[in-house]
């Protein structure tokens, strides 16, 4: 029982608990990304482009993780 909660993040090279702090800290993040959005859905000349940056960010931030995790499966 206690592989399916460590296969993914033993695969991104973390403990459970990392994983967990890092994917609690995407979840605050996306939840603050999210009332932006509203706010600018409401106002479009707020947050003009913060959300949409945050995003590519995030993205390209996990995009290297995963591939660092990769290096590191294969040495």
Same mark, same amino acid.
């Given at each position: #029982? ?59 931030? #996990? ?13």
């Amino acid at each position: #029982m206690k592989n399916i909660f460590t296969k993914h993040p033993n695969s991104l090279g973390e403990s459970y608990l990392q994983h967990f702090g890092k994917a609690l800290q995407f979840s605050a993040l996306l939840l603050s990304l999210s009332f932006k959005a509203l706010v600018h859905a409401l106002l479009p000349f707020c947050y003009e482009t913060a959300v949409s940056d945050k995003i590519k960010a995030l993205s390209e931030g #996990m995009q290297k993780r995963r591939q660092e995790a990769m290096k590191r499966i294969q040495d």
